[in-house]
Each structure stands twice: as C-alpha cells, then as structure tokens.
C-alpha cells in the first residue's frame, strides 16, 4: 500500500505564496535610467548633489591657474588695473570721454571689475570640456559641473578686484548711498550672464571647434559693445531698450548706479538685461542637456 506525501507547499510570507512574482516584484527596488525631458530636468538637482566635486574642480582651477606664476593672484588686480589705465590716458584724457562727473579712472575700473569677470568666464568656460576630455570620456558626473567650475574659479578673481575696487572708491572721495548694498545682487547678475553664454557655448564647443577661435574675437568685439568705457548717457534714450539686449549692459549700469550714483536707477535696462540672461540661461541648460549623452562619443 502506497502512501503519497503531502503536497509541498512553498511557504507563505505574510499571506502570499514566496513562489507569488508579485511578492519579488515589491521587495525589489528598481532604477529606470532615460534621458531627461522638459524643463524640470535641467541637471541643477546633480549639481547639487556633486557639490562637494564642484568646490573641488573650482579650486583646483584656481590651483591650476596661478601655478608657477611670480604674481600669483595678483594677476586678478593687474588685468583690469592696466587696461582700466589704458583707457584713462587714451579715452579720459586725451579723447576726453565723459565720465558722468566722477573721475573717470573709478568711472571704468567699475566697468571692468564685472566685465573682466565676464569675459574670463565665458573664454574658461567654453574650453572647459574640451580641456577636460579625459574625465568626459572616462568618468561619470555631471557634466554641467566644469563650465560652472571655469565661472566659479574668475568669480574668485572678481572678489580680489572689488576690494581693489572699494579702496579706489575711498581714495577719491566718492560717497555711495544705501544703493550699494544692491551691489552684490548685480555681481550675482554678472556671474549667471557668464554662466548663461559658458554652459552653451561649451556645448557647442563639443561638436564645433570654431568656438575655440571665435570666442576671443567676439569677447574683445563685446567690450566696445558695452559701456566699459563710455558711459550709458551716450546711447539715445530711445535706443537704450534695444542696446539693454546686450546683458553686460544691465550689469554694468546697475552697479554704477550702486557704487557711483551717476545716474538715475536704470530699471528698464536691467529689466531688459535680466530677461536676456535668464532666456540664454535656460536655452544654454537645455541644450546643455540634451547634447551631454553624445559628450564622450564626440569630443
């Protein structure tokens, strides 16, 4: 007489068969990577994370920079100390360019202590990924990390001269009023217009090396295409909506309002400028994004 066994039954785990897939598919944590979409997704949440690696990459630019140099970071003052003296002797004595009743030697160096910032952030940052090939075609972080980087290590520079800036406004005897405590929100400005023409220039850059050259060309041509050395009063007023579509045009207005008091608050230039910087801005992250999967198979 032949007895059969019981059945075997897989044992139960909270009252479902271990056998049941549903019980596996719930205990089992699941990564969906895909390529980002809309505007949500523009790497600012990465950025954060890897933070730590971005004050790493800014500082070692900054290393980097100044090594072997006899100056070192006094290279940040001299830049826009000299061309700030070249201006002086050519533009404000010489060709007598207004300087909207302040000597004109403060009247500049307040122009070029943010455009040095911009100009530097913009060439850095549009080499920045070509210049880093190996860690894009070898390691995974967010690449939106090195032009960020190239802009974070000038702004460094930018601080240096400000001070330098600040002790020339003391030496001449210009008083500036509560407005200079706006001053660091038009620095900000200056920082994300670099940004802004960095991040996409750099991913433009990735597939076509004419920015290399072009770059340079178009930077020197942008310095006379920004009161640097002239001041705003000279556009007619019913041009200066449309000259306010060069960003540097707000940034630049905005803190001579600030430190200097030469004129009234120019809010519609800087209304004008901002928009132009946080469009570019925007379009530069997207495009940023939407191009990073090819970085490493291009450059």
């Known amino acids: 007489m032949t ?3 019981p059945a075997q039954h897989p044992p139960e785990v909270n009252g479902a068969s271990s056998a049941d897939p549903t019980l596996h598919a719930h205990n089992r944590h699941v990564t969906v990577i895909a390529p980002s979409r809309g505007w949500r997704e523009l790497g600012l949440r990465e950025l954060w994370q890897y933070r730590e690696l971005l004050f790493f990459i800014t500082w070692r630019d900054v290393k980097v920079r100044y090594k072997q140099t006899a100056l070192g970071a006094a290279w940040a003052i001299l830049q826009p100390f000299l061309l700030m003296l070249v201006f002086s002797v050519f ?6 360019v207004p300087s909207d009743g302040v000597p004109y030697a403060v009247f ?9 910032l911009f100009a530097q952030s ?22 939106l990390i090195l032009p960020v980087a190239a802009c974070g290590a000038f702004f460094l520079d930018f601080l240096i001269s400000f001070v330098l800036l600040a002790a020339m406004i003391a030496v001449y005897g210009v008083s500036p009023g509560v407005e200079a405590l706006t001053a660091p929100l038009f620095a900000i400005m200056a920082l994300l217009t670099a940004m802004a023409f960095g991040i996409l220039l ?3 850059n990735v597939r076509y090396r004419d920015v290399h050259y072009a ?22 007023p019913n041009d200066r909506l449309i000259y306010a579509l ?12 600030a430190l200097l008091g030469t004129e009234s608050f120019p809010g519609g230039v800087i209304a004008v400028s901002a928009t132009v910087t946080v469009v570019v ?9 939407r191009t990073e999967r090819t970085f490493a198979d291009v450059i």
């Open 3 to 5: 007895t059969s066994a």
């Open 91 to 96: 533009l404000g004595r010489l060709a007598k």
């Open 108 to 116: 500049t160096f307040t122009a070029l202590v943010p455009w040095t």
């Open 122 to 143: 913009v060439v850095g940052s549009s080499e920045s990924l070509v210049v880093n090939a190996n860690m894009v075609s070898k390691i995974f972080f967010p690449r």
């Open 202 to 204: 750099s991913a433009v």
């Open 215 to 236: 770059v340079p060309f178009l930077v020197q041509i942008w310095l006379f295409l920004s009161p640097v050395a002239y001041s705003l009063h000279l556009v007619p």
């Open 246 to 257: 060069n960003p540097m045009v707000g940034v630049i207005s905005g803190l001579r309002w």
């Open 281 to 289: 801005l925007l379009g530069g992250l997207v495009y940023f994004r």
